[in-house]
């Protein structure tokens, strides 16, 4: 009798087969993303975030030449020093170099030779210029400290006195006319970049609203079963975060590509025709490490944007749901 009851008895099961009862099935998403479409959303801020990368470089870009420009004008003086037939036109030059070194503030000069003044002068007369048959004015560079320059008054003073045919440029007003423009190019580039930033701000915004009013029923479903508004916000949240990197992340990878291309093309093609008017025009392609950290800036503040404006919007909508259900000539209203 006792043997039969103990196997009557219901046997512990195996260890494995208890793991496999208690087994859980994998959770899907809060939101399912075949229902929240994010392609079209994505491809704008993709758009927006490669315009606004875009702008940026290229302010970025404008500012670095036109100080370039400015910093190189301002290192040099130039000595003109007109032909005559009395006058030892090599000497001159000597003397006039010598003159100005010295002064306090100079650091180096040199003399342009007949060769190299040829080869300023062959765009405009060509090639096989003979310079002692055309009054051509000889140049001598001074290079010359930016925070220490020299009296340049006296120095004009005294190369007037002692070699007339010589005249001084200082480059001053060539400076200042490109400190105003570098300026006024700084501020039309700002201004263009705030208009893209905006323009880009609005697009996201309405964007990701219109994209979360066509899911209202997901949040009224959530916030119906008891679901807290933070939660419900959160979960919508991390959704638009994912898509608002991969939208961002692609504009922006793109528009920096594009400025590599771009430098690399330069580097590549040095010494050419369309490298050369195109560095006159634009100077060098390449905007640094600050352009690049600007673009990655970029593309986080569109990110945040998108995450804070879906969160917002779905704050408000289960607000506007409480507050129908609060009313209940309201919820007629709503079902009609």
Sequence with gaps: MSDVRATDRPQPAAPQERKAALRVRPTAPIVPPGN???NALMLVIAIMAFLACLTLGAVSMVRSTAQSWQSQISREITIQIKPDEKLDMEKALADARDLAMTFDGTTDGNIVDKAATARLLEPWLGEGLNLDDL???RLVIIT???NNPPDFAAMRKMLTETIPQAYLDDHRTWVDRLVAMAHTTAL????VLMLVFSA?????IFATRGTLSGNRHIVEVLHFVGAEAGFVASEFQKHFLKISLKGAGAGGLLAATCFAIAGFWQSRSIATPQSDQATALFGSFTIGYTGYLG???IMIVIALLTTLTARFTVMRTIYEIDQ???DPARIDTHQN
């Design 36 to 38: 929240v479409s994010g």
């Design 144 to 146: 010359i400290d930016e």
């Design 135 to 137: 009054p051509v004015p």
């Design 200 to 204: 880009m701000v609005l697009t996201v």
């Design 188 to 191: 039309i580039g700002t201004g």
């Design 324 to 326: 129908i259900r609060s």
């Design 295 to 297: 673009i990655a800036a």
